[in-house]
């Protein structure tokens, strides 16, 4: 139907009907697909290596190995320690149930401010620590710059 | 003008009597029509062209993290709060894991073993499927360092060197 038609003389009152069903029948067809190929569950990986001969390689490339560091991070069911070479840091206790998450990675940044090519670190946990605090802990050394976390018992 | 979402579907009935009557049927799809977009939009958004390659046990909650990586191809070991699990076999119960003063768990080094030798056999006839050394492990939130610890030992004492350790991605 074209314009004229539709708001032509005497032709006011007419119903105009849409042809929807080639958009029903492409519906039909994407959902069924689509629920198909759905991932509800939203997966990522973190990865972990043991030491191996190729990460030994990649530390030799680096010219001053002075800017390398040693860090450890000790955490335990009453808070989190860090240790690096050249520095001091206060032990982080629990607040109440809640480790203290932002003060760790302030000393992470200072690590960070002074040694700039570091990118290791140690994460040595008690046995009863929860894995989920494990992973935390994990996401905030990647986020402050050591993206190469080792574990250690 | 309102344009009307609706087809239109002409019966031809025979009442009682016998006569011939045309009934006129309309079917609303409007609100069926508005359903489906929502769901098609809800839908195209988390679609995603890899398709899924692990699966996660109902049982099981991955702790969340922000990690980006996405998930590779690799036997996993998931770790329930009540078994060890390789590829979806019972290899052993988590109370046994904990109990035991030593670092290794023997159940899941000898299937580990088995993987490996499976794995470097298949390596041998086609060069793309040789043995990486790749597993994922999934484990659930709650549990404590120690089962964790002792799993990557045993996967680092059959060759296992490259860990990934799954996690869910907050939404």
Do not use: W
């Not at chain 2, 580990?112 to 790749?134: N, Y």
């Amino acid at each position: 139907m074209n314009l004229k038609q539709a708001i032509g003389k005497g032709q006011r009152n007419r119903d105009v009907d849409v042809n929807i069903i080639p958009v029903m029948n492409i519906f039909l067809l994407l959902i069924p697909f689509l629920l198909l190929t759905a991932e509800f569950v939203h997966l990522a990986i973190i990865e972990l290596s043991l030491p191996s001969l190729n990460r030994g390689q990649s530390r030799q490339e680096i010219e001053n190995p002075q800017e390398l560091v040693l860090v450890i991070l000790a955490v335990k069911e009453t808070g989190f320690q860090l240790k690096a070479q050249g520095f001091v840091f206060d032990p982080l206790y629990k607040n109440g149930n809640q480790y203290d998450y932002a003060s760790l990675v302030e000393q992470l940044k200072r690590i960070k401010e002074q040694h700039p090519y570091a990118e290791d670190i140690f994460i040595s946990a008690e046995n009863n620590v929860k894995y989920d605090i494990i992973v935390k802990v994990m996401d905030r050394c990647r986020e402050t710059g050591f993206p190469n976390v080792s574990l250690s018992g | 003008m309102e344009a009307q979402y609706n087809t239109n579907l002409t019966f031809q009935a025979l009442s009682i009597k016998g006569r011939k009557r045309t009934t006129h049927f309309t079917l609303k799809l409007t609100s069926m029509i508005d359903m489906f977009t929502i769901l098609l939009v809800f839908l195209l958004k988390n679609f995603s062209a890899e398709g899924q390659i692990m699966s996660v046990a109902p049982d099981l909650r991955l702790p969340e993290s922000t990690a980006q990586k996405a998930p590779e191809r690799a036997s996993i070991i998931a770790v329930t709060n009540d078994f060890v699990l390789l590829d979806g076999e019972r290899i052993a119960k988590i109370n046994d894991v904990v109990a035991s003063d030593k670092l290794l768990i023997p159940e899941l080094m000898s299937e580990l073993q088995k993987k490996r030798q499976l794995s470097e056999k298949i390596g041998q006839i086609h060069s793309q499927m040789a043995f990486t050394g790749k597993i994922s492990i999934q484990g659930d939130r709650e549990l404590p360092y120690l089962v964790i610890k002792k799993i990557m030992f045993t996967c680092g004492q059959v060759g296992f060197n490259e860990m990934m350790l799954a996690v869910s991605k907050p939404d």
